[in-house]
Nanobody, 115 residues
């Protein structure tokens, strides 16, 4: 069973930055993709950024230019660097790992942005 543990969330002022981390219990090289999602109260969970096994990346248009997803295979960790944060970015941020027919989720990390 794969376990994903997120960290790095917290309270930040508008315009600030955070770097989220997601540590996997196994080798992240085994996953087809790893991604970051977020879910704000009363809203659906949305995909923010994804990194594939070939290291290609893609970002949601709503935050493009403010996000960078990266991975450190040696540490089994995926990161999400978020810049120029806005109050509307406040949400629980989740890590996701996927193989062909299965996916796993972390427990989430809360991000709060003060105006």
């Amino acid at each position: 069973q794969v376990q994903l543990v997120e960290s790095g969330g917290g309270l930040v002022q508008a315009g600030g930055s955070l770097r989220l981390s997601c540590v996997a219990s196994g080798s992240i090289r085994s996953f087809y993709s790893m991604a970051w999602y977020r879910q704000a109260p009363g809203k659906q969970r949305e995909l923010l950024a994804i990194i594939l096994c070939d290291d290609s990346t893609n970002y949601t248009d709503s935050m493009k230019g403010r996000l960078t997803i990266s991975r450190d295979n040696a540490k089994n960790t995926v990161y999400l660097q978020m810049n120029s944060l806005k109050p509307e970015d406040a949400a629980v941020y989740y890590c996701n790992a996927r193989i062909k027919y299965k996916q796993w989720w972390g427990q989430g990390t809360q991000v709060t942005v003060s105006s």
